[in-house]
Each structure stands twice: as structure tokens, then as C-alpha cells.
């Protein structure tokens, strides 16, 4: 017997000996939760800090948002494919692959020579992690019994909220101390310790061997998404005319309605048409999208407010911010525990009702020049929307079953990414250069009403009998 068999039997040994203890749930979570905070603790910090690194690494303002965009548009194009591909070859494996390539590319990102390599270097990094995404929901889901999943995705969103909020509490002073490079080797090093905790614990998964994996329906979805999200997002920097936005917003469509095409006379889809006609499938993400139009509109459009109503500098806009993660986290959980208790509709239409509330009490804070009152809006805001999030993850697994955990997933993460991006453009071409507290109210109406329409597409939600 060589060394490699006796230390894969060993791995085995201890994996076996761990699935056995009656907390191995707990662990599978804890697992999960960490892996998951590793991979989006750096966002906020990295944001704050992008003015400093362009002057650092010689570019411009309008390249180095590159560094924070284009992630967020690999992220919206990955995670339906990655998810998929978990449900057919096994969660477990997609789950272990995504990290490896996570830490490596994590740690690459710090040697960036330029702004190319950098936004390179952490988009594959950032796209490699969340691949993982759809597979850890997925590994949650299948371990816990479905009384117990709502409390355990709630767990997991609140941990999603407050990574980024640690991020700036320990990595601003890291930045200080050290320079932005520190940011990502402090990351991959705890990619590596997720990844090792995650070989002896997360769970295998069912695969599907005699499935074969939709590739026509992937690159035409990609395509898809990917040409809709960056027309929509440069857009308003490089204008609605450019050759490249108008290029995108036609192969858009173009691509999306073949993809339609394509999942209707495959014998495989990527994402089953059925699933569509399925109320709790349908409606639960539409609804999340929609109110992900107005949360994100609106958080992108604080740090503005806060600089030109207060003339507050970027370190203290930062804390300002912090209530809003805070509250997310704090009611995600909230959330988890009264879905099984209220059902999905009663919970989602509640928490965005709550968010328009919010809206209105932070636009008149802003139109008031009350600080504080702007500020509880804000916090209540976050609020509202992490109240829904496990409501609505749940509805959505449960509505396809657990065979297709990650496709649900990753769905549900494209879709709000697309409800995002359109948030963030309308906002931030209404906003522009106003610095009027009224025009300021107006917006937060204007959000407040997304989310009222959110809402209306809840009431279709059906809830379903927990399981005893």
C-alpha cells in the first residue's frame, strides 16, 4: 500500500468518524458559513479602497470600478452553470474544485503587476468562488430536514450580511497598515482553511450520471446575461449610444430567446421550462429581483447622500453604513425562524412592505437634513430585506426538489444580480449630480414603490405545509 492510499483511507476514516457525531449538521452549517464569509468579507473594504489603488497602481477612476464590476457580472453569469453542474456530478466535488482555484487566484491576485492583471486575476478569483455558492446552499439544504431548513439558510444569509461589515472593520486597518495586496493574501490563506475544514466535512451529494450537461443552453444563457448586465451597466458611463452598450443590448434578447428555444426541445435544460410554470418557483425570485432593484438602487445611493447632504469623508460614510449589514443579519435569522411558523408569503410580502417603509423614512430624513432619521431608514431597509431572503430561498429549493438545489440557486442569484444592475443604473442616472434634499425624497419614493410592486408579486407566493 502506497502513502497516497493510506492517506486517502485516513481522510475517509475521518470524514466517516465526523459524519457520525450528532452535531455533524452544526459542522456542515459552521463549514459553510465560513467558506461563504471568506469569499465576500473584501467587498466593502475593497470598494472604499479603490481610490487609493488606482493612484497606487497608475489608472484612472472609470478603470479601476472594473475591479469591483466585472466580479459582480461573473458571479450573475457563473452561478446558474455552476449550480447545475453540482446537481449533475455532485455538489461535494463542485464545491471543492470552485475553493481550490478560489485560494490559488486569491493569493495570484496580490502579485497584480497592473490594473489588467488585477481585475483579471480577482474576477476569476471571485468567479471561481462563487461558483461555490449554488453547492453550499445546496449541501445545507440536503443535510437539514426541511422543518429545520429556513433556520439554517436564515443563519446562512445573516452570515453572507455581516462578513462584509467584519471586512471593514478588520481589513480598513489592514489596508493602513500593510497596503491593499494584504487584503487578498489575508483572503487566500482563509480560502485554504475553509477548504481543508470543507474535506472533512461537507457532504456528499446525489449525481446524475446519466444526465448530460446542457452546453448549448449554458453559452447561450451566459452570452445572454452577460451582454443584458454589461449593456445595462456601462450604459450610463460610456452612454446609451456607444457601440459596445448597443452592441450587448441586442445580442441580449438575441441570446436569451434562444435559450428559451434551446430548453424547450433539449432532452437535458440547464433550467427545465417547468419550472417556470411553477408559482413558487416563479414568483418568489421575480419578487426578490424586484426588491433587489430598489435595496441595491438605494444602498449604492447612500455614500453620495451622505457626501453631499453632511460632507462626510469616506471612513465615516463607511461606519455610517455599517447599521444596514447589521439589521440584514439580524433579521435574515429572524426571518428563518418565522417562515416555517408563517409561511413564505406572509414573511416575503411583510419584509417588503417593511422596506418600503424604510425608503419613506429615510427620504424624508434626507429631506429634512435629520441625520438620524436617515440612518434608521437605512437600518430598517436593511432590515426588510434580510427578513425575506430565507422565506424565499426556501420556497424555491422546495418548489424543484432536491435534485436541483444548485440550479435553483444559481437562478435565484442571476436573477437578483439582473434586478441589482438595473437598480444601481436607474438610481444612478436619476441622482446625478443633485444635491437636493427633495430630489433625494423623491428617489427613496421611487424605491419605496419597487417595492411595493415586490410585494404585489409576493401575494403569489403559495405556502406549503411544513414538514413535521
Known amino acids: 500500500m502506497n502513502k497516497g492510499d493510506h492517506g486517502g483511507r485516513g481522510l475517509t476514516a475521518r470524514r466517516n468518524h465526523i459524519k457520525q457525531r450528532p452535531n455533524y449538521r452544526q459542522w456542515v452549517l459552521y463549514v459553510a458559513l465560513f467558506s461563504t464569509a471568506t469569499g465576500s468579507y473584501p467587498v466593502t473594504v475593497l470598494s472604499a479602497s479603490l481610490p487609493r489603488i488606482a493612484t497606487q497602481i497608475g489608472t484612472t477612476d ?37 475553493f481550490s482555484l478560489g485560494a490559488v487566484l486569491s493569493l495570484a491576485t496580490s502579485l497584480a503587476w497592473d490594473i489588467t492583471s488585477l481585475i483579471v486575476l480577482r474576477t476569476l478569483a471571485q468567479a471561481a468562488m ?9 449541501m445545507i439544504v440536503s443535510t437539514f430536514p426541511r422543518r429545520d431548513r429556513s433556520k439554517a439558510l436564515g443563519t446562512w444569509a445573516a452570515v453572507v450580511a455581516l462578513s462584509p461589515a467584519v471586512g471593514v472593520v478588520t481589513g480598513g486597518p489592514l489596508i493602513e497598515w500593510l497596503g491593499w495586496r494584504a487584503l ?63 452592441a450587448c443590448l441586442v445580442i441580449a434578447p438575441l441570446s436569451l430567446t434562444a435559450f428559451t428555444i434551446i430548453e424547450r426541445r433539449t432532452s437535458s435544460p440547464l433550467l427545465p421550462p417547468e419550472f417556470l410554470r411553477r ?33 462626510f469623508r469616506p471612513t465615516i460614510i463607511g461606519l455610517l453604513m455599517l447599521p444596514r449589514p447589521l ?39 434626507a429631506q429634512q437634513h435629520w441625520l438620524f432619521l436617515f440612518i434608521s431608514g437605512a437600518a430598517l431597509a436593511g432590515a426588510g430585506s434580510g427578513y425575506i431572503r430565507a422565506a424565499v430561498t426556501n420556497a424555491v429549493t422546495t418548489a424543484v426538489g432536491d435534485q436541483d438545489l444548485g440550479i435553483a440557486g444559481g437562478t435565484i442569484n442571476m436573477v ?16 446625478g449630480d443633485h444635491v437636493d434634499g427633495t430630489w433625494f425624497l423623491f428617489l427613496h419614493l421611487g424605491a419605496a414603490a419597487v417595492a411595493i410592486v415586490a410585494a404585489l408579486l409576493a401575494t403569489r407566493i ?3 405545509p411544513t414538514p413535521v
Open 184 to 246: 487578498f493574501v489575508v483572503q487566500g490563506s482563509a480560502v485554504l482553511v475553509a477548504l481543508c475544514l470543507a474535506l472533512l466535512v461537507v457532504p456528499e451529494t446525489p449525481t446524475r450520471p446519466g444526465v448530460r450537461f446542457d452546453f448549448p443552453g449554458s453559452f447561450t444563457l451566459g452570452l445572454g446575461v452577460s451582454g443584458l448586465l454589461l449593456g445595462i451597466n456601462r450604459g450610463i458611463a460610456w452612454g446609451w449610444g456607444h457601440p459596445t452598450v448597443l
Open 416 to 431: 437578483q444580480q439582473v434586478g441589482a444592475a438595473l437598480g444601481i443604473t436607474v438610481l444612478t442616472a436619476l441622482m
Open 279 to 311: 408559482p413558487n418557483f416563479t414568483y418568489p425570485i421575480l419578487s426578490q429581483a424586484v426588491m433587489q432593484a430598489g435595496y441595491m438602487g438605494a444602498m449604492v445611493m447612500a455614500p453620495f447622500l451622505l457626501a453631499r447632504l453632511w460632507g
Open 130 to 138: 462563487a461558483s461555490a455558492g449554488p453547492s453550499t446552499m445546496a
Open 327 to 365: 439589521t440584514f443579519a439580524l433579521a435574515a435569522r429572524l426571518g428563518g425562524r418565522h417562515d416555517p411558523l408563517r409561511g413564505a408569503r406572509k414573511v416575503s410580502v411583510t419584509g417588503m412592505l417593511i422596506f418600503a417603509g424604510a425608503m419613506v423614512i429615510a427620504g424624508v430624513g
Open 462 to 464: 403559495m405556502d406549503q
Open 62 to 98: 472609470d478603470t479601476i470600478i472594473w475591479v469591483i464590476a466585472a466580479p459582480l457580472l461573473a458571479f450573475a453569469v457563473v452561478t446558474p452553470i455552476a449550480g447545475k453542474l453540482g446537481d449533475l456530478y455532485g455538489h461535494r466535488r463542485t464545491f471543492l474544485l470552485s
